[in-house]
């Protein structure tokens, strides 16, 4: 393991002082997966006082100064170092009260969360894993360190910290951490939306994404519960051979792994059990569940805090994620219309995920429509096609200089012109455009 040029100057500065010094944590565990880590964390038996003095000459910022962290700033990048602790009751399941300055490497490493994450290593005296980190990674297991029922009162965010990492590792969860996951759940009730936002995404975005949601979906429904109503529904429906929740989560594996596509699936079909009908032959049909999931995406999506254009983005995949393409260039021209082309490419990755997540009836034929509607949307984005009213060869001022002057006269006259376009029945050409405009005018 080579530990990089500023983080060793660190380490070894600290020892030069007389003092421990360790690189410590998730470099650790991404270095022995053979990952270049992100960021360098550094432990150490120095007080932050004494880490202040060692580093003098450098830029230094008390970023988590009660809690022992030192930012040591070299070339604009912050290192954080901190001192061996125990820290004290947990009360909020987040934050300790307390920390407790030791000067024993152990018992630092016996409060971190899990045992991958409980490895430190420095060039002088080699790997420091009092906890089976290093097995652990070997078998590929995630474990908490000590009782992870503690563990997960201390910091209920570790429950999803264990999933996201079995996510995007493809780890497996121990069994004891993982009946703790299930046993402390309701736990994340007392952690901040922003927080759990953002395991959430990295954790849908993991390759093990679909066996995490299948696994922990009573966890997932802690902090939306709408997606409770899913579990085991009978889609009963020859279009389809998983329920409800497990056709979301295949289809949640299936797309690429972005946070927008990754999100768009788990909520396109979530609202199907609220307006499920059955017909005489027993079969159910989910009418209008594109827009009752989007309303829920909205709501959820929002309790989490995500940014507004996350979920306007989701909302509008959702609300035609299930849009049936018949093969015309025109209705192409209008749905991209109503999305842009970058969310048109979107739509999409949704349709073929969300066809390959149904059953094998009709399959080929869906498939076959996704795959020519993407390539009229190609021919029409080559060919600079007009399908919006930006394209247009008129404009409202246009209009006006012609003699239509009232505003709400301009804005249906453009979109019969636009329609008109779309629908090739006119040219996108200005004198032809006016004059049609003329006498739709006339005509209205």
Known sequence: MKIPKNPDFIIRRLQD???EAYAVGGCIRDSLLGIVPHDWDICTSAKPAEIKACFADCDTVDIGIQHGTVAVILDRQPY????????GEYKDNRHPES????????????RRDFTVN?????EE???ADFYG??????????????????RFREDALRILRALRFASCYSFAIERNTAAAVHRNARLLRNIASERIQAELVRLLCGDGAEEILNGFRDVFAVFIPELAETFDFDQKNKHHCYDVFHHITHSVGLIESDPILRLTMLFHDIAKPLVCTTDSRGARHFKGHQLVSADIARNALSRLRFPSETIETCVTLIIYHDVRFNGTVPQVKRVLNKLGDENMRRL??????DTLSQSEYMREEKLRKIDTAKAQFEQVMARQECFSLRQLAVNGRDLIAAGITDGREIGRVLAFLLDSVIDEALPNEKAALLSAAKEYSEKE
């Not at 920390?99 to 016996?110: C, I, P």
């Not at 409980?118 to 420095?122: E, F, G, H, T």
């Not at 078998?139 to 908490?144: G, Q, T, V």
């Not at 999409?348 to 995920?353: E, G, I, T």
């Open 17 to 19: 002082a007389g003092y």
């Open 80 to 87: 954080e170092v901190t001192t061996y602790r125990i820290d």
């Open 99 to 110: 920390v407790t300055f030791t000067s024993n490497l152990r018992e630092d490493l016996a």
């Open 118 to 122: 409980a490895i430190a290593y420095n």
């Open 125 to 127: 005296s080699g790997i």
């Open 133 to 150: 980190g290093e097995s652990d990674l070997n078998k590929r297991l995630i474990r908490c360190v000590g009782n992870p029922d503690e």
């Open 348 to 353: 999409f990755k949704v349709q073929y995920a």
